[in-house]
């Protein structure tokens, strides 16, 4: 026998709700799943009218879903929001290339500028060409730091006042987890907020508006709305140190489908207690970027690629950045230990 809707208790119900466990039919399950993205947006008061807003587009469901959902949104509440589509290549061959190409159909369908940069422009760099020289381990690391950035300086150039980021309430969980396991206190303390002010020149405010979204049921939705989205992993992840986490997870999540809200509340509530030492936010002495260092990550790690030294960046080498930014040459013990890809 056919289950109705439990909200509408009129059409025949098409799904169960992971979040909820509720049964939808598929206008009910559209209209819940909005209305609690714009209740998110609301509670931590996430824009203001007149600003223009990036959507930081890689061609995915997360973000495919986060650009559909702030138009519907925007026209819908008349929020007054200027959107905008921003997207960075990081130049991997067969991954980001095609996915560019939906982030282009996105552009059409949903009628948004877009901006697109790359690693090779801003860096001197592709992804291909820097797993070459470090191998498939620690590439992330790379990838991740560079992306941060170049979020930033597209940003920047299209003028926005905020970016928006399509992170779920999986990826949310899974970085809590992460950072517990590093002992990042400092990323720990930040992870959870919805938001980030500006934290100095350069760097523009972030928020994420699917904070609270479960990815299965952003997939769900994306399925039953028929987005056009790119579904292939990238093919230098297998070994991210987030892969482990998110298996983690979904083996909770099997016994305890809370765990993942349960998580991110733990995160939002933790608190470091007085007395511990914080790393002090600064500024790099080259580019201007946030850090707590001399050197901001992306520039150290960059030097080492420049100087094929790939491991400068991996792990804790701070000792060296003054011999860096005087340009000293490192001594042959230094160099040996910096020139392996076995990392």
């Not at 439990?6 to 799904?15: D, F, H, I, T």
């Not at 877009?114 to 592709?126: A, F, M, P, R």
Request: charged content about 25%; proline content about 3%; glycine content about 6%.
């Amino acid at each position: 026998m056919p289950v109705l809707c439990s909200s509408c208790a009129e059409k025949r119900a098409v799904l169960k709700r992971p979040k909820t466990s509720h049964s939808l039919c598929k206008a009910c399950f559209f209209w819940a799943f909005e209305e609690e993205v714009h209740q998110t947006i609301l509670a931590a008061k996430l824009f203001k009218p007149g600003e223009t807003v990036g959507i930081a587009a890689s061609g995915g469901k997360d973000s495919t879903v986060l650009a559909h959902v702030m138009k519907l949104l925007n026209e819908r509440y008349d929020y007054g929001l200027e959107l905008m589509l921003l997207s960075v290549d990081e130049g991997i061959t067969g991954y980001r290339d095609d996915s560019l190409e939906t982030v282009k159909r996105n552009q059409q369908q949903y009628e948004l500028p877009l901006k697109i940069v790359s690693y090779e422009e801003l860096y001197g760099w592709t992804m291909d060409a820097i797993v070459k020289q470090v191998g498939l381990k620690n590439n992330c690391t790379f990838c991740g730091v560079f992306r941060r950035q170049a979020l930033d300086r597209g940003a920047i150039m299209l003028k926005v006042d905020k970016i928006c980021t399509g992170h779920n309430a999986d990826d949310v969980a899974e970085t809590v987890l992460m950072n517990i396991l590093r002992g990042d206190i400092a990323r720990l303390r930040r992870c959870t907020a919805i938001s980030t002010a500006s934290e100095g020149e350069g760097v523009v405010p972030r928020c994420k508006p699917l904070k609270y979204a479960y990815e299965k049921e952003i997939v769900l939705y994306a399925y039953f709305k028929k987005l056009d989205y790119f579904s292939t992993e990238c093919i230098y992840s297998p070994n991210a140190y987030r892969g482990y986490a998110r298996t983690f997870l979904k083996d909770l999540e099997s016994i305890r489908p809370s765990v993942i809200m349960d998580i991110i509340h733990s995160g939002e509530n933790l608190s470091v207690r007085e007395g511990v030492k914080m790393p002090v936010q600064g500024t790099c002495s080259r580019c201007g970027y946030i850090s707590s260092q001399a050197l901001c990550k992306a520039c150290v790690l960059l030097e080492g690629l420049n100087r094929g030294l790939p491991k400068l960046g991996i792990g804790k080498h701070h000792r060296l950045h003054d011999k860096i930014l005087s340009q000293q040459p490192l001594t042959e013990k230094e160099e040996k230990k910096l020139k392996s890809v076995e990392f």
